[in-house]
């Protein structure tokens, strides 16, 4: 029995390791990586400290500040059930079963798809939701972008540097990222940006070799070697029993990440928190281990 699980080792996860270390708590982390959405991200240059950090360097740094409390972490396990049990937390993975007197879910979130024809067929052999993860395979390629926001353009900047010519596409009538973000891409000779962009289908052999568009309203044809889905994120959420939620799937917390259900905290983007930023998962992720531990002060331990 350990006093706390968390669930998920992003930014939230790994703040929330931290100052619980700092406690003293019994504790584990059960995550796929370390960093979470942090190193899918290309450039960051708006994290505290850091004028300047890539995703990957980021994410580097919290796994040598989470190792400096030796905490126990099941990388490579994913959280399939968590419910409390009397006055206990069950929580199960794809490979065995904890227990704890408290958990924090901070699981983040998991990227959207298009779903339409070909999307499952060529994931991996041309179809990507990370340009940070994937995009030097497509080097020397025209690429399609699918999406409007910040992940979208943050995207293009990467991918106009190293591919041939970017086609991104927005379904709405106007892109919604950063107005410094689409001045660049905009100035861009190698990179071509559509509204009013709906997907039809993805083509191709053993790899894609084109992306159909309906472009106002006319369709088209794309030649492309790689593509990019940037369209946002759904809450991961649904492993965990009985917590509210709000429409979106995001769990409900209160200003100290308390959920609805007593011992069960959430913290992070799998939250309904406002704004989905880094630093702001780390803020979440300190509370939650702040109030965990305060729950835990008052009730006796062999209870």
């Known amino acids: 029995m350990y006093d706390l699980?968390?669930?998920?080792?992003?930014?939230?996860?790994?703040?929330?390791?931290?100052?619980?270390?700092?406690?003293?708590?019994?504790?584990?982390?059960?995550?796929?990586?370390?960093?979470?959405?942090?190193?899918?991200?290309?450039?960051?240059?708006?994290?505290?400290?850091?004028?300047?950090?890539?995703?990957?360097?980021?994410?580097?740094?919290?796994?040598?500040?989470?190792?400096?409390?030796?905490?126990?972490?099941?990388?490579?396990?994913?959280?399939?059930?968590?419910?409390?049990?009397?006055?206990?937390?069950?929580?199960?993975?794809d490979a065995t079963t904890y227990e704890a007197r408290v958990v924090i879910i901070a699981s983040g979130r998991l990227p959207r798809k298009l779903n339409v024809p070909g999307e499952d067929e060529f994931r991996n052999r041309g179809v990507t939701y990370?340009?940070?993860?994937?995009?030097p395979v497509f080097a020397g390629r025209d690429v399609a972008i699918i999406g409007g926001g910040n992940s979208a353009l943050e995207a293009t900047l990467q991918m106009m540097k190293i591919a041939t010519h970017v086609y991104v596409f927005e379904a709405t009538d106007s892109f919604r990222a950063d107005p410094v973000m689409?001045?660049?891409?905009?100035?861009?000779?190698?990179?071509?940006?559509?509204?009013?962009?709906?997907?039809?289908?993805?083509?191709?052999?053993?790899?894609?070799?084109?992306?159909?568009?309906?472009?106002?309203?006319?369709?088209?044809?794309?030649?492309?070697?790689?593509?990019?889905?940037?369209?946002?994120?759904?809450?991961?959420?649904?492993?965990?029993k009985g917590v509210e939620r709000n429409n979106t799937g995001e769990i409900v917390v209160n200003c100290k990440c308390e959920t609805n259900i007593p011992a069960i905290f959430a913290a992070g983007d799998v939250t309904n928190v406002y704004a989905k930023q880094i630093v702001v998962a780390c803020g979440e992720g300190a509370k939650a281990a702040l109030a965990a531990f305060e729950y835990l002060s008052t009730k006796p331990k062999d209870k």
Not at 43 to 50: A, K, L, P, S, W
């Open 130 to 135: 990370c340009a940070t993860c994937d995009g």
């Open 182 to 240: 689409m001045d660049k891409a905009r100035t861009s000779d190698n990179v071509s940006m559509f509204t009013k962009s709906k997907v039809l289908r993805i083509s191709g052999d053993r790899l894609v070799s084109g992306i159909e568009v309906e472009v106002n309203g006319k369709p088209r044809r794309f030649d492309v070697g790689g593509i990019l889905i940037e369209i946002g994120s759904s809450p991961a959420s649904d492993f965990v």
């Open 5 to 93: 699980v968390i669930v998920g080792a992003g930014p939230a996860g790994i703040t929330a390791s931290i100052y619980a270390a700092r406690k003293k708590m019994d504790l584990i982390v059960i995550s796929q990586n370390i960093g979470g959405q942090t190193i899918w991200s290309a450039d960051i240059e708006n994290y505290t400290g850091y004028q300047f950090i890539t995703g990957i360097e980021l994410g580097q740094k919290f796994r040598e500040h989470l190792d400096q409390f030796a905490v126990e972490v099941k990388e490579g396990e994913t959280a399939t059930d968590v419910e409390r049990i009397g006055d206990w937390i069950r929580i199960e993975t």
